[in-house]
């Protein structure tokens, strides 16, 4: 199973904001991304949302992607 890391998703620039919230206390910087970048959220082999992704080289469950095109804010909740 192919997991992405949240590093290597988004290049910094762009226009939309990309925030992850964390259920603990947890927290990771908040990064930039383009359109284009966003959609490396959907795994290009079976055509489905990424479920998990790793941060730092730690593993999370994703449990909800939130996108605000009125205030370019790509917000991921994870577990």
């Given at each position: 199973?192919e997991v992405p890391e949240?590093?290597?998703?988004?290049?910094?620039?762009?226009?939309?904001?990309?925030?992850?919230?964390?259920?603990?206390?947890?927290?990771?910087?908040?990064r930039k991304a383009t359109?284009?970048?966003?959609?490396?959220?959907?795994?290009?082999?079976?055509?489905?949302?990424?479920?998990?992704?790793?941060?730092?080289?730690?593993?999370?469950?994703?449990?909800?992607?939130?996108?605000?095109?009125?205030?370019?804010?790509?917000?991921?909740?994870?577990?």
């Amino acid at each position: 199973m192919e997991v992405p890391e949240y590093l290597c998703l988004f290049s910094g620039e762009g226009e939309f904001s990309v925030e992850v919230k964390f259920k603990d206390e947890r927290s990771v910087g908040s990064r930039k991304a383009t359109a284009q970048e966003i959609t490396q959220l959907v795994n290009s082999e079976t055509g489905a949302f990424h479920v998990a992704m790793t941060f730092d080289d730690h593993l999370f469950e994703i449990q909800k992607y939130e996108i605000d095109l009125v205030k370019k804010k790509l917000v991921i909740s994870v577990r």
